[in-house]
């Protein structure tokens, strides 16, 4: 049984989406209606309610889907999101956040499926604590936890494991930070993504990682980079 919970200021538009999830769910699915996002984040603030699926309007009034969706990035890390809207003027924006899907409401009827059926992939691998890559002839399954640092080069990402192995996928970073949906690992340069679980140093110019690896942070990176590892070991910088 999953968990779902729709955020939506429109009476009307909340129950069309319930009523489109409970048909691609059926039986399987617990959907709680939310129309403010304040309200949406006391109830998993205050009733602890583990919501592993959000669909999120994006104008809600004095806090935005946007900015919804942000916390529970933070406060939910395996919960998937989609965003659900008839505004596309907010796509850019919504790339600030981890999400599965960006879905325009008139078209609601051919991308909300696909959505779906992505989120639910990712959710499982979010709540198995690995990552599965799609190789040739099967898939590779790795532990997240093992999983140091990512570099890109030219078509290819290369995934840097503890144990000194790397395997490689023809997936982009941003794809597979969505597929990591977890807070520990964060983009710090066009090129390189790293597991604060694996950074011995954190310095304004480069991890240095546990294996002696140095990644480098570049400069527009910085600002988010330094908001995330405060927020990940709870510290002051």
Do not use: W
Not at 102 to 127: C, D, G, I, N, S
Not at 167 to 184: H, I, Q, S, Y
Not at 214 to 232: D, L, T
């Amino acid at each position: 049984m999953i968990k779902i919970a729709i955020c939506d200021d429109e009476r009307e538009l909340r129950e069309a989406t319930a009523a489109r999830l409970r048909e691609y769910f059926a039986e399987e699915a617990l959907i709680a209606p939310f129309e403010s996002g304040e309200a949406l984040l006391r109830a998993v603030r205050e009733e602890n309610c583990r919501y592993q699926l959000a669909v999120l309007d994006i104008e809600l009034g004095e806090m935005n889907g946007i900015a919804v969706g942000e916390a529970l990035n933070r406060l939910l890390p395996t919960c998937q999101i989609i965003y659900l809207t008839g505004y596309l003027d907010y796509a850019p924006d919504a790339y600030a956040t981890r999400h599965t899907y960006y879905v325009y409401r008139p078209t609601m009827e051919k991308h909300l499926p696909l959505a779906l059926q992505k989120a639910m992939t990712a959710l499982a691998e979010a709540e198995k604590g690995q990552l599965v890559l799609p190789q040739k002839g099967g898939q590779l399954v790795l532990e997240k936890r093992e999983i140091s640092h990512l570099e890109r080069r030219l078509r290819v990402t290369k995934l840097y494991l503890a144990d000194g192995q790397c395997v490689t996928t023809a997936l982009g970073l941003e794809e597979l930070l969505e597929r990591l949906g977890d807070p520990a690992f964060l983009r710090c340069h066009n090129s390189f993504a790293v597991s604060l679980d694996h950074a011995a140093v954190f310095r304004r110019e480069s991890f240095l990682m546990k294996d002696g690896t140095v990644v480098p942070i570049s400069h527009g990176y910085y600002p988010a980079v330094r908001e995330q590892f405060r927020k990940y070991h709870h510290i002051e910088l």
